[in-house]
């Protein structure tokens, strides 16, 4: 099997050069990210620890603000177009969030390599689910406990407002605990995960779990993020030109205009490249390199 | 009624969000500016980990790189920032909430709240 070579120790780089990799590197992560719908932590943690060497706690720590970023800046475009489902963002935030504090914990004491073997399978995953096909799914009928938590909802679509019910919330939440758990653990929005949480088991519109998935993902990393600042795993010299490269890139996507078929194409370039990349870390991880 | 309410909501957690955003990414880049010109050649490394340097791990430290002008002080400053942006708009939907009178969600806010506090002070401790 291939493997990279880490340059680092080669030829350690000075720090000017190093911000400038990684600036361009995240640029395309945050790119990628946003056009393919999986976030730009997937591919800054690989490009920071197989192929610059970095320790995985700092690159967990810098993607975790990228994240941030991404999430908070694209939530706040969504929100006002009133797809976003505010009070269901809101109520699942209780366990994405207690999930992320418990993964940012568990990080400190689970051994690297074990890390970044989880985050290749992770990784695999999310790519597989990024490859399904997404149907429109409208629950017309109202669910007793999403009534009483006010969480059925409408959504503006092409032919006016839509009413939509929700249903398995007690599925959905516990789903959204172990997206936490990933996204605390791993440093990555784990918008997959929280995605199936909504579209799969709760039975939610599509338009409307992607907005409210990403609308989520800022505090959930911000609930870890804490633990990892506190921790010294934030480091600002490497994250700087991290999230500004990520949010950056996330930007472009977000102006580039997608057609449904070179998106199809796109996903597929993606799924590939992860699932290299996935296999990159799983091998560190059980060959011990990382 | 309560539906031009939650509209309003919605536009200003938009506002919170995006200020948020700008507000800390421009600090991380003046910051980053600042430490590319005095340690832009010394040589990167992140492969140990050591945690971060007391001058900008405490509170005091951090405010005195601040008042000196001190990149990763002022990098660190903006991130700082980042991270509260997202509990900003749970703090500002709680009140958007309680001027609903959704109680309910008042409650759901407050206790996210509550998780992140427990988050930021046991981080320390566990």
Known sequence: ?290 | MKKIKDTDLQLLLGHVLRAGTVVSITIVFLGGVIYMHRHGHTPADYKTFRGTPASIHEAYGLFLGIMSLRGQAIIQTGIILLIATPVLRVIFSAVGFALEKDYLYVGISLLVLLIIAISALGGHAV
């Open chain 1, 1 to 290: 099997m291939l493997y990279f070579r880490p340059i680092v120790v080669i030829a350690p780089m000075s720090v000017i050069v190093f911000t400038v990799i990684l600036l361009i590197g995240s640029y395309f992560a945050g790119l990628l990210g946003s056009l393919t719908g999986l976030g730009g932590g997937v591919v800054i943690i690989p490009l920071l620890t197989l192929l610059l060497n970095v320790d995985i706690h700092y690159a967990v720590g810098a993607s975790l603000v990228s994240v941030i970023a991404t999430s908070s800046g694209s939530a706040a475009a969504y929100v006002r177009e009133g797809i976003t489902n505010m009070r269901l963002g809101m109520f699942l935030e209780i366990a994405t969030t207690a999930g992320a504090m418990c993964g940012a914990v568990l990080a400190i004491y689970i051994p690297t390599h074990y890390i970044a073997i989880l985050f290749g399978v992770i990784l695999i995953c999310s790519a597989l689910l990024s490859l399904r096909n997404k149907k429109e799914i409208i629950v017309a009928q109202k669910n007793k406990l999403a009534k009483k938590l006010r969480l059925n909802d409408s959504y503006p679509t092409q032919t006016g407002m839509v009413d939509y019910g929700i249903s398995n919330i007690g599925g959905g939440f516990f789903m959204m605990l172990f997206a936490g758990i990933i996204s605390g653990l791993l440093g990555i929005g784990s918008g997959a995960l929280k995605v199936v949480a909504m579209d799969t088991i709760m039975r939610i519109p599509f338009k409307v779990s992607t907005t409210t998935s990403n609308f989520m993902i800022g505090v959930t990393a911000s609930a870890s993020a804490v633990v990892y600042l506190q921790r010294g795993y934030i480091n600002p010299g490497l994250s700087m030109p991290v999230v500004i490269g990520v949010l950056l890139g996330a930007l472009t996507g977000s102006k580039i205009l997608v057609n449904t078929s070179s998106s199809r194409w796109l996903r597929w370039v993606f799924a590939v490249v992860v699932t290299f990349l996935a296999g990159q870390m799983i091998y560190n991880g059980i060959t011990g390199k990382i």
